[in-house]
């Protein structure tokens, strides 16, 4: 009951912005100041605008600190970025859908964790330092305790480069760090973070990508497209080490 009345919280503090925001700007939305944007927005996800996250280049090299606002405000400034793809015993991928709460994208259906390292010593250090930050954020957002993975537990793929906006105030532009794991995990999701999650079979997977009825954030959309199937196929293989080879996909050109 308790997860219900902070769920139903959260979507009229959701549809309260939006309102807000067609009453202020009218239709399409026009640029707005971050006070204007964020009125009515849930205190604890403005909170964590606060937060210290990783500039970098094209790259991936550091730049220096930057708050997540600035980073994702209007037309946002690169910084760095992490998905985890959790996989069950059946090779069933994990998916979740964002609060409403949820600043950006929110109500979109993404991969299973997606968050930022923080500018932090720890989660600085090259490699490690996103995996770290990956399953403090698997503890946040879904309830899985840290002490399930250790940062060797998540195998590195690949990165991809990519820029899109959630509306005409917040962008994601990220230089997005892949994280695949396999495990049999317990749940206890953060209602201001997820709403819902779902695990996805491979065969199964067009038909999510192809529902109209379910909204999906671009960068799940952009890999699962055209990178998940290929991994897919070769989830034993991935899942046996890092992948050494620290290309970059760039998706913005």
């Known amino acids: 009951m308790a997860m219900l009345h902070r769920l139903t919280h959260s979507a009229r503090r959701m549809t309260a912005r939006a309102a807000h925001l067609r009453a202020m700007s009218g239709s399409p939305l ?30 991936d090299n550091v730049v220096g600190p930057v708050t997540k606002r600035d980073s994702h405000f209007h037309d946002g400034v690169l910084h760095r970025a992490f998905s985890v793809f959790l996989f069950n015993s059946k090779d069933e991928l994990l998916i979740q859908k964002r609060a409403p709460a949820k600043i950006t994208f929110p109500q979109h259906w993404a ?17 490690i ?16 305790p840290t002490t399930t993975f250790n940062p060797s537990d998540l195998k590195y793929v690949t990165t991809v480069l990519y820029k899109a906006a959630s509306d ?3 962008t994601e532009w990220e230089v997005d760090h892949v994280l695949l794991a396999r495990a049999d995990v317990p749940l206890a999701l953060n209602p201001n ?23 999906l954030s671009p960068w799940f959309r952009l890999i699962a497209t055209g990178l998940l199937p290929k991994w897919w196929e070769n989830l034993d293989k991935l899942l ?4 050494s080879d620290r290309h970059i996909h760039d998706f913005t050109k």
Request: net charge negative.
């Open 168 to 170: 005409a105030n917040w």
């Open 30 to 59: 026009r640029r707005a100041s971050f006070e204007e944007l964020t009125a009515g927005s849930d205190a604890e996800q403005l909170e964590f605008m606060k937060e210290m996250i990783i500039e970098v280049d094209a790259k």
């Open 111 to 127: 991969n299973t964790c997606c968050s930022h390292p923080n500018f932090v010593k720890e989660e600085l250090e090259d490699g």
């Open 240 to 243: 046996e080490a890092d992948n």
């Open 193 to 215: 973070e997820v709403s819902d999650v779902e695990f996805v079979s491979k065969d199964r997977l067009a038909a999510v990508l192809s529902d109209q009825g379910r909204l």
């Open 129 to 144: 330092g996103v995996k770290r930050a990956a399953i403090r954020k698997l503890e946040h957002e879904l309830g899985i």
